[in-house]
């Protein structure tokens, strides 16, 4: 049994508290044990660690498919020499005492047997500097291109005393594949997470949709609608450790009162005032700035978890995923068919839509305006709330700003799918999860919202009322 | 002729008796009664200024008037889109000023708006649905019946509202009033964009309609044909009462037909022989 | 026009030139955005600072007053230069803060021409070797932790590594160091050599699955507080996640975070010598709450003593003299050691020369203003996914 | 914490560089959206476009004339290229559009394949591009006190940098002033009410919007230069955060009027300032910590923002008659 | 109106050798006919209107006819919205200087018809040529500056804008509608003082002057009608386009603002107007085309077509000339109805 199998074991079994690496089974191994003091010659030692009166050349022996080859000799020369042998996790180190050039030497036949490229290594060791005081080795490096500052190896053809035996297995299977390689493996997996991002936003999107759809507002606090749900599940399950299902419902019920309360006490007497859409789009800066910081203040600035374990994942043909972001994106698929299914099956329903056409036409067809913008603000919120915490389980983590950054993908979503359309939110959203997910593939990762946005401005040059808007006639 | 009023008064309550002002008016309870509205858009700028109607069981009441005059005012006043400063409003015996426009649908009262009168973006039949609303069970019914009337909209029903042609429009706008079987109609202006045909049509449904028991007020300015089929007309200038009396001789009147109603027929008619 | 003198020599002009007692200490902290979580431990080290001053003497005789200010993030810039003008607007003596590399160069220049010295207890961007001679840190450049953890990763036997890192001055910083070194010791890079993620990202799904394709062996995280939903999205992934490097921005106890030994045998470096548990307790107890995260809370302790003796050394609290100062109190010049304010106040008033050495093991001032030395805590998390102190690198920080 | 400091750092606000860099990226916004009604939600990326233009430029040893000619050119550039395709869109959408090219434009620049031009996501440091500038000035090397202000007279957040900030905020006012009250501007408020009106009269509506956006980018590119000259050009300090504030500064004062995005400027930053130094003065440390008193800070003011526009939805110099007839 | 023209147009339709008459051709000499009358002297108003009258009194009432001297020719224009045609008129002239009625039922095409005319709309199908210019793919604005003017139906009106300014706007000449110009107060405020004379006499002609610094979103349907048209007349357009400009418009009003058509064309301007309005038309158009269901159905002389079979039945309805108040009406509609 390797020795990394026995790490792999015990931590399984949990036996060992804490540091469980190299460093504890090498002082078990180690054939000779020298404490590291004042040393002023070279000497092997189970583990260096540079001081101001030593510098290290440690490194560790394995073949390219990472074994470790134990009981190797190795000789170190140079302004000072010593010899030691590899543990059984293939670590070595010297301790040197003297600035200058140090060379490992291994025996060569090792080096063949293991498919290792050279056998010797000179570095160059200044205790005094970081990027020197230590040098590591590797014999398992791919070519002898590379060379700077650091250690590098040089092949040589200096023979050696041959090492004890350990198996040689020396072909790299794990070597990294081209980014071609890459693209195969990772297409589905990113098309699938880009599908189940793309649901998550839906859910905010559509509930921002909703508000937009009826008042003709667009709302920048929906952001952080969202984190509150995401923090509300945060404090149900792990302040006041709760399970997972009655504090997401908590969540949502939060958020629809707080967007009962808002409609109450900011929209509803705005909109008597008949103040207009951008006024209130104004009031929605601030009042996301204020819930913004209000969270920091009561949350502090880090990401909160909402669950603390990583479910176990599985694979479902090419992808891997795990049972809560399957079940989210079920809740997620049934709440927006839901609402899309309020919106064009019910009286209520056509009556949002009614809403935002024509609120005067529509109090006078006997509709009560009010009650239909409270009733849309309850169930964006709650929405929103959900959203949160789906997202919060999906993401592993919701902050005070989470919101507020996806807020700008909401945006784009529900413009891409044409705006006050239910049906566009959803499919908006999966356009710019999947192009977000799925363009890292081709462009860096740290660009990839640019390509989501620029799908947007391209459909929305050739169809400038959005994917499922509808064109009005002039005159 | 007799049965015209004095000029209006200087103040916004209106002191001359009730039977000047109200000239024809039948005998006893009115089943809406507007006393003396003031009422604006802007605070501080009024544009009525103590404009007075009444409307009887089963009547048709016209008002007509120069543009600007107040009329859409009027009508939104009374079902409460505009805000009412004084002057009360009594609908069969309840005071219902400044009532939200919801309520009043409750209470049996249907509007159709002079602009802005459809939901651009929902189809012809989903307008109507947004006209039944309080209603919905009685939809297919009542939309039979409007269909009857305009059978365009019928052929068209899933078409967008907002696509239609000016009179397509407006015979939504109508039709959309009709589905809740309303007990008191007004009506701005409902045959402006039509065509003649449509536009007959249109005021004998209204009579037809108030055959059957609804009381209509309506306001136009296709003012010969609509007082020809109202049983009292108002004349409205500056936001007051100028004129009332029956349409028949408000029609004849020398005066309302130089200031408000013009002989265009009359020349043409002229021309014509 | 203006209308009134110029004032070089004026009371209430900048701290140049002209005896000055009072120290005026003024703060720049993150205590909004995204670094908003070290605000606690550095306000704890402020605070416990400035009761460790005044309870030896204060300086020159006198009690140290403070004045802080909320720098933010660098997404917030107009709230970085309003904070320094808020701060200055009090005459400080000397400026400490703010943490983060990118606030710092939105306000160094501002605060540095009015001859008042700033020591940033985080900035650790390598560009800032030498930005300006009133600029001082108590933290080495990120080149010398980037050696560390690359020799750490090199020496762990990682054959391909994969870089998760954020795109930010100080993460692709770093990342260049780390990745130099590794490759240097003949480790592949197989992911993130080029690639980095928004600081702002929160789905990290396909980056995970990126590094997952990639196949490492180990994966470095340069990362702040994304940390934690990357490494909940590596697991899930099928990333080993006992396999993780971490650096200053996210080496901190997740015992609360995840499940118990998700991270274990995951190694992390954090500049600067572990804080003792009893500096730990003075801070939260001069804080008075708890405090989660003692990342830079001895750099901070440790930069507003430095300024403090320099004060006191030069005889006057103004911006020109304690910059004067500094190197020496430091120890530049030798001189008696000395650990706390208390002992060195004394050595100072004797006469002597002294050498402060501060709860955070660097060396003196060198000629960029960094410190001369340094040291690099290597960590290693336990099963509770606590970062337990390994072992620390000294070494001299290069000069550029 | 006495009440004097208090005065002064608000105070301060109200001549800050960045308060001017602030107008007049309102301004510029006023001349999109007061006057023409083009929601343009991006105007960080014209400021951004001339922070990098001015600073690259400079960085590379250019004179102050060409990096300020650079600047104006690229957010020309950017006017026509975001213009031409889209200004045919409604509204709404023109909003997103401009939102999502402005977040492009920040994300290219900061992203590391840019590192050599843009310097990624550390962007460029001031001893890179100030230089030029400062050396430009009349005034004596040192610092000056005028009334309660002190600042240096050249370097970085200096008096010189605010009189240069002021002058341009001053010359744009004046040019808005003439152009509101010219047939120019009133072609540009009637396409703001109803272009196909506009269009039916035989304006040529597009290149009406488009020297709409260009000038209100050009103002948005100065004032983007103003807002790095102090500090430092990072492309995550010219985020949509700066847009929203752009769009609240123009709101508050008031839309469609010469002062307003001016006055409401100074209201903006003054008031933030005021809230957090006094928050900072008059929450004792036991109550809450410190770095929450910040946080509540902002919460101050976001809820004092929500009141404003609440009891005072025209701004401060706005017609509230306008608003009966919102479109 | 003549006696003679009425005369000779009354009854089934006069076939008059059109043989002479080529499109695009002037059939009379204008110049012969301006000098018609005397230097000085009002006479001069009725000119063009004479001339008109003259032209088209030779003219089939047939669809598609060819007029002597035709400002507008449509050529097999097209639009269909999904599966329905709005527009398909194969052959469509007006006449210079006339005035042209274009009526038909709603939902004819009417509006449409004008949307593609003026580049608001693009047809399927189909070329027009106004003044012997190509128009299609023309923007409205250019089209606009070429002379030919329309209104809209439903009103587009600047809310926010006073309706003084809403008149300015309609000024074709203004200098100072340039960016850089319109620093230069100089270089356009006597433009502008013309400009607002004129619109100022406009305003008073359609009882807006009271209104004319309110905001013209404070304006009444009615009186955005008005102002719709005064704005379209401040450009003294070659070719105005009035869709329905008088729906809504107090009769008393609207009988003197007929005056103020007829004597548009006075001053050199073609008129086509949408209306519903039967009495309107008889009494100022020259020529009537009638619209049914995206085609010309019929056209010519107002007193023929108005008396045409068809178009009664289609459009007219059978109660034009009845009293609506009559409780015959009433009977009859029940008796249609069972
Ligand atoms: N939204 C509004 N805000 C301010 N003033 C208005 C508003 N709507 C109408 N007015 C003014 O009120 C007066 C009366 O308007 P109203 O619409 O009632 O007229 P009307 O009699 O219906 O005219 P019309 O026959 O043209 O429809 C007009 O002078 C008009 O300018
Ligand atoms: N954008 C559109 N989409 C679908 N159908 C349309 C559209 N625009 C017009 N239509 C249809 O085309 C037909 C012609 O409309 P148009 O507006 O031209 O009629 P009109 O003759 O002006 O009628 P009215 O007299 O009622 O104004 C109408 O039936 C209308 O519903
Ligand atoms: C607070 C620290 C994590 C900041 C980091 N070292 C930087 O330079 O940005
Ligand atoms: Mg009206
Ligand atoms: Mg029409």
């Known amino acids: 049994m390797t020795a990394v199998n026995i790490i792999e074991r015990r931590r399984r079994m949990g036996l060992l508290r804490s540091s469980l690496c190299a460093a504890a089974l090498t002082l078990l191994m180690a054939f000779c044990f020298t404490p590291p003091n004042q040393a002023q010659a070279a000497e092997a030692v189970p583990t260096c660690n540079p001081s101001a009166t030593n510098g290290c050349v440690n490194g560790i022996l394995q073949d390219a498919s990472k074994k470790p080859i134990a009981g190797v000799e190795l000789k170190l020369s140079g302004a000072e020499s010593a010899t030691t042998t590899t543990d059984a996790n293939g670590n070595w180190a010297f301790s040197v005492g003297k600035d200058g050039s140090y060379t490992v030497t291994m025996d060569e036949s090792v080096a063949k047997e293991h498919g290792l490229k050279a056998a010797t290594a000179t570095v160059k060791v200044e205790k005094n500097s970081f990027d020197a005081a230590r040098q590591v080795v590797r014999f398992d490096k791919p070519a002898p291109a590379a060379s700077g500052s650091g250690g590098s190896g040089s092949a040589s053809g200096k023979s050696g005393s041959s090492a004890s035996g350990s198996t040689s297995s020396t072909t790299a299977s794990s070597d990294a594949g081209g980014a071609g390689a890459n693209i195969g493996a990772r297409f589905w997996q990113q098309l699938y997470s880009g599908v189940i991002f793309g649901l998550m936003l839906g859910l905010m999107s559509v509930g921002m949709n909703l508000v937009y759809g009826t008042t003709g507002l667009s709302s920048f606090s929906h952001g952080e609608q969202v984190t509150l749900g995401g923090l509300m599940a945060f404090v149900g399950t792990q302040i006041l450790h709760w399970p997972l299902v009655p504090a997401a419902i908590a969540a949502i019920a939060i958020g629809g009162l707080t967007g009962w309360i808002q409609n109450e006490i900011v929209w509803a007497p705005l909109r008597r005032k008949h103040v207009g859409t951008m006024q209130q789009m104004i009031v929605t800066i601030g009042l996301s700035m204020a819930l913004q910081y209000l969270f920091q203040f009561f949350f502090g600035g880090d990401i909160k978890g909402i669950v603390k374990s990583v479910p176990n994942s599985f694979q479902v043909g090419p992808v891997t995923t795990d049972s809560p972001t399957l079940i989210s994106a079920g809740i997620a698929i049934v709440a927006i068919v839901g609402v899309s299914l309020f919106l064009y099956r019910t009286r209520l329903g056509r009556a949002t839509r009614a809403v935002s056409d024509n609120a005067a036409l529509a109090a006078a067809s006997g509709i009560n305006v009010e009650q239909v913008v409270r009733i849309v603000w309850i169930i964006s919120c709650a929405m929103a709330a959900l959203s949160g915490v789906l997202l919060g389980v999906y993401l592993n983590g919701i902050s005070w700003n989470t919101g507020a950054t996806l807020l700008l993908l909401m945006f784009a979503a529900v413009t891409l799918g044409g705006l006050g359309t239910a049906n566009g939110a959803l499919v908006g959203s999966l356009i710019i999860g999947v192009v977000a997910d799925m363009s890292s593939l081709v462009i860096p990762n740290d660009m990839r919202y640019a390509s989501a946005l620029a799908i947007l401005i391209i459909v929305l040059l050739v169809r400038p009322q959005g994917i499922f808007g509808k064109q009005q006639r002039v005159g | ?273 | 026009g203006c209308g009134s003198s110029s004032s070089s020599s004026g009371a209430s002009g900048s701290g140049s030139s002209g005896k000055k007692d009072a120290f005026v200490l003024g703060g720049l902290w993150p205590d909004t955005g995204s670094l908003a979580y070290l605000g606690p431990v550095e306000h704890g080290a402020e605070k416990l600072a400035v009761s460790d001053i005044n309870a030896a003497g204060g300086v020159l005789g006198k009690d140290v007053t403070t004045t802080d200010a909320d720098t933010s993030d660098a997404d917030h810039a107009d709230q970085n230069t309003s904070a320094v003008q808020s701060v200055l607007s009090k005459n400080p003596s000397f400026v400490i803060g703010p943490a983060s590399s990118a606030v710092v160069k939105n306000v160094y220049k501002t605060i540095t021409e009015q001859k008042i010295p700033m020591l940033s207890m985080g900035a650790t961007s390598s560009d800032f070797s030498g930005l300006s001679p009133y600029f001082f840190r108590t933290v080495p450049p990120d080149t010398v932790q980037g050696t560390v953890l690359g020799q750490v990763i090199a020496q762990d036997g990682v054959k391909n590594l994969a870089v998760a890192v954020f795109n930010d001055e100080y993460g692709t910083g770093l990342r260049d160091t780390v990745v130099k070194t590794v490759k240097d010791a003949g480790v592949n890079v197989v992911y993130g050599e080029k690639d980095a993620f928004d600081p702002t990202e929160t789905n990290f799904s396909s980056i995970a699955t990126a590094i997952k394709a990639s196949n490492p062996d180990a994966v470095a995280v340069i990362a702040f507080d994304q940390t934690k939903p990357l490494v909940k999205a590596l697991k899930s992934a099928g990333v080993d996640t006992h396999k993780l490097y971490f650096v200053d921005g996210n080496t901190s106890d997740y015992s609360k975070v995840f499940d118990a030994g998700l991270l274990e045998g995951s190694k992390g470096t954090i500049p600067g010598v572990q804080a003792s548990d009893d500096f730990q307790k003075q801070l939260v107890d001069a804080y008075g709450k708890d405090i989660d995260n003692f990342t830079y809370g001895a750099e901070t302790y440790d930069g507003i003593i430095l300024a403090a003796l320099a004060a006191q050394k030069g005889g006057s609290a103004d911006g020109e003299t304690i910059q004067k100062n500094m190197a020496a109190v430091s120890g530049a010049n030798g001189g008696t050691e000395c650990t706390s304010y208390k002992e060195c106040l004394a050595a100072l008033k004797s006469g002597k020369d002294i050498h402060y050495k501060g709860v955070t093991g660097i060396g003196p001032f060198n000629s960029s203003n960094d410190p001369s030395s340094a040291n690099i805590g290597v960590y290693k998390f336990d099963a509770k996914n606590v970062p337990n102190f390994d072992h620390a690198q000294e070494g001299k920080v290069p000069t550029k | 914490m006495d009440i004097m400091t208090i005065i002064t750092n608000t105070l301060g606000e109200l001549i800050a560089p960045t308060t001017a860099a602030y107008a007049l990226a309102a301004i510029g916004l006023n001349i999109h959206f007061g006057m023409t009604g083009l929601m343009n939600m991006g105007q960080a990326g014209f400021m951004l476009l001339g922070a990098y233009g001015f600073a690259i430029t400079q960085s590379m040893g250019a004179n102050l004339f060409t990096s300020v000619c650079a600047a104006i050119v690229l957010a020309v550039i950017y006017a026509l290229l975001l213009g031409i395709p889209t200004l045919k869109l409604g509204p709404d959408y023109l909003a997103m559009v401009t939102l999502a090219a402005a977040e492009i434009i920040r994300i290219i620049g900061r992203s590391t394949a840019m590192t050599k031009l843009t310097g990624g996501s550390a962007g460029i440091s001031p001893q890179d591009f100030t230089t030029k500038f400062e050396n430009l000035s009349p005034l004596p090397d040192d610092s000056t006190t005028f009334l309660f202000w002190t600042y240096s007279n050249n370097i970085a957040n200096s008096w010189w940098l605010r009189i240069v900030a002021w002058v341009l905020v001053a010359i744009a006012a004046v040019l808005c002033w003439r152009w509101f009250r010219s047939p120019w501007g009133r072609v540009l408020k009637g396409i703001r009410e109803d272009e196909n009106a506009i269009r039916s009269l035989g304006k040529n509506v597009t290149v009406y919007k488009m020297q709409a956006l260009i000038i209100g980018g050009i103002f948005g590119a100065l004032g983007g230069i103003i807002f790095v000259l102090p500090r430092s050009v990072q492309p995550d300090s010219l985020g949509r955060a700066v847009t929203f504030y752009a769009w609240t500064i123009l709101l508050l004062g008031g839309a469609a009027t010469i002062f307003g995005p001016i006055i409401g400027s100074c209201l903006l930053w003054v008031l933030l300032t005021f809230v957090k130094e006094l928050m900072r003065g008059a929450i004792p440390e036991t109550v809450i910590s410190s770095n929450q008193v910040e946080s509540l800070g902002w919460v101050i003011v976001g809820v004092a923002l929500m009141c404003l526009v609440i009891f005072r939805p025209q701004g401060l110099l706005g017609d509230r008659k306008e608003l009966a007839f919102n479109v | 109106m003549s006696e003679k023209t009425s005369k000779s147009t009354s009854g089934a339709p006069v076939s008059v050798p059109a043989k002479g008459i080529q499109p695009g051709k002037p059939f009379h000499d204008l110049a012969k006919w301006a000098t018609k009358a005397p230097e000085g002297e009002h006479l001069i108003s009725t000119a063009f209107g004479d001339k008109v009258k003259e032209d088209l009194k030779f003219v089939h009432n047939e669809p598609g006819v060819h007029k002597p001297d035709p400002i507008l020719v449509a050529d097999n224009v097209t639009r269909r919205f999904g599966g329905m045609t709005a527009v398909n008129v194969k052959h469509f002239e007006i006449e210079r200087h006339g005035i042209t009625a274009l009526i038909g039922p709603n939902g004819a095409g009417k509006t449409t018809f004008f949307n593609l005319m003026t580049g608001f709309d693009a047809p399927n199908t189909g070329a027009w040529r106004f003044d012997g210019k190509d128009l299609a793919h023309v923007h409205p604005e250019q089209v606009a500056r070429m002379g030919m003017v329309r209104t809209f139906q439903l009103t587009k009106v600047m809310s926010r804008l006073t309706v003084l300014d809403n008149m300015l706007l309609g000024a074709p000449v203004q200098p100072g509608e340039g960016l850089f110009r319109a620093l230069v107060p100089g270089l356009w405020k006597k433009q502008e003082k013309a400009n607002v004379e004129k619109a100022e006499a406009l305003l008073e002609r359609f009882l807006l002057i009271k209104k004319k610094d309110d905001f013209a979103g404070s304006l009444s349907g009615g009186q955005r009608k008005l102002l719709e048209m005064a704005r379209a007349l401040m450009s003294d357009p070659q070719l105005v386009m009035l869709d329905e400009p008088m729906a809504g418009v107090n009769p008393a009003l609207k009988q003197s603002l007929l005056d103020h058509i007829l004597s548009l064309r006075e001053e050199g301007t073609t008129v086509l107007f949408v209306e519903h309005d039967i009495n309107m038309v008889r009494h100022i158009a020259d020529w009537v085309t009638v619209m049914a269901e995206g085609k010309i159905v019929a056209e010519g002389q107002p007193k023929s077509v108005m008396n045409d079979p068809a178009v009664i039945d289609a459009y007219l309805g059978a109660h034009a000339n009845i009293d609506l108040g009559d409780d015959s009406v009433m009977d009859l509609k029940e008796s249609e109805e069972h």
């Open chain 2, 1 to 273: 002729m007799t049965a015209t009023a004095s000029a209006p008064a200087a103040s916004a309550t209106d002191t001359r008796p009730r039977s000047e002002i109200h000239v024809g008016e039948p005998e006893g309870e009115p089943l809406l009664d507007a006393v003396d509205l003031v009422a604006g858009y802007i605070p501080g700028v009024n544009i009525l200024n103590g404009a007075s109607l009444t409307l009887h069981e089963g009547e048709i009441v016209g008002i007509i008037g120069p543009n600007g005059a107040g009329k859409s005012t009027l009508l939104k006043s009374l079902f409460g889109l505009v805000h009412i400063h004084s002057g009360h409003l009594i609908l069969k015996g309840e005071d219902i000023t400044n009532l939200r426009a919801d309520k009043l649908v409750s209470l049996g009262v249907g509007f159709v708006p002079q602009t802005e009168n459809v939901f651009p973006s929902l189809t012809i039949a989903e307008n109507m649905h947004m006209g039944a609303y309080q209603a919905p069970k009685k939809f297919n019914e009542r939309f039979d019946y409007v269909c009857s009337i305009f059978p365009r909209l019928g052929e068209r029903k899933d078409q967008l509202a907002g696509s239609l042609s000016g009179g397509e429009r407006q015979m939504v706008a109508m039709a959309r009033a009709l589905m809740m079987n309303p007990s008191v109609l007004l009506l701005d202006e409902p045959s402006a964009g039509l065509s003649p045909m449509l536009q007959d049509e249109t005021f004998i449904r209204v009579r037809q309609v108030n055959k059957a028991g609804v009381s209509v007020i309506i306001v136009e300015q296709n003012a010969r044909r609509c007082l020809q089929i109202c049983d009292r007309g108002y004349v409205l200038d500056q936001g007051r009462n100028a004129y009332s009396g029956r349409g028949r001789d408000l029609l004849e009147d020398p005066k309302v037909i130089s200031l408000y109603l013009g002989n265009l027929e009359q020349e043409v008619e002229a021309e014509g022989q």
